[in-house]
Nanobody, 115 residues
Framework: QVQVVESGGGLVQPGGSLRLSCAAS????????MGWYRQAPGKQRELAAV???????NYADSVKGRFAISRDNAKNTVYLQMNSLKPEDTAVYYC?????????WGQGTQVTVSS
C-alpha cells in the first residue's frame, strides 16, 4: 500500500505565493508519476500539474507560467510552487501518486486566494 500526505495549503492574498508538498510512503513504491489535481466548489476535479519519474512536466493552461512542479525522488516527495495566485485558483488540491499498480490519492489540502 501507498500512503500520500499533502501539506502547505492555506489562505493567501491575490498575487501571493504558496508551496504545497506531498510525500508518498509505503513498500515497493516504484513511482512513475506524481502530480496535483484541484477541485473548486461546484466544479469537476482538474489536472493542475504532473511530473514523471524522468522529470518531464505538464501543466494546465490556466497555471502555466505561474506554477512550478518539482520532485525529490530520494524522498518520494513532490512540490507545487504556486506564484501570482488568483482567486480562481481557490480549490482543494489533491496529490496523486502513480506506480505500476494503481493511483493513490491524498486527502486534499485547501488553498484559498482572497483579500
Amino acid at each position: 500500500q501507498v500512503q500520500v500526505v499533502e501539506s502547505g495549503g492555506g489562505l493567501v492574498q491575490p498575487g501571493g505565493s504558496l508551496r504545497l508538498s506531498c510525500a508518498a510512503s509505503g513498500t515497493d513504491l516504484s513511482i512513475r508519476q506524481m502530480g496535483w489535481y484541484r477541485q473548486a466548489p461546484g466544479k469537476q476535479r482538474e489536472l493542475a500539474a504532473v511530473i514523471t519519474s524522468g522529470g518531464s512536466t505538464n501543466y494546465a493552461d490556466s497555471v502555466k507560467g505561474r506554477f512550478a512542479i518539482s520532485r525529490d525522488n530520494a524522498k518520494n516527495t513532490v512540490y507545487l510552487q504556486m506564484n501570482s495566485l488568483k482567486p480562481e485558483d481557490t480549490a482543494v488540491y489533491y496529490c496523486y501518486v502513480r506506480n505500476y499498480i494503481s493511483d493513490y490519492w491524498g486527502q486534499g489540502t485547501q488553498v484559498t486566494v482572497s483579500s
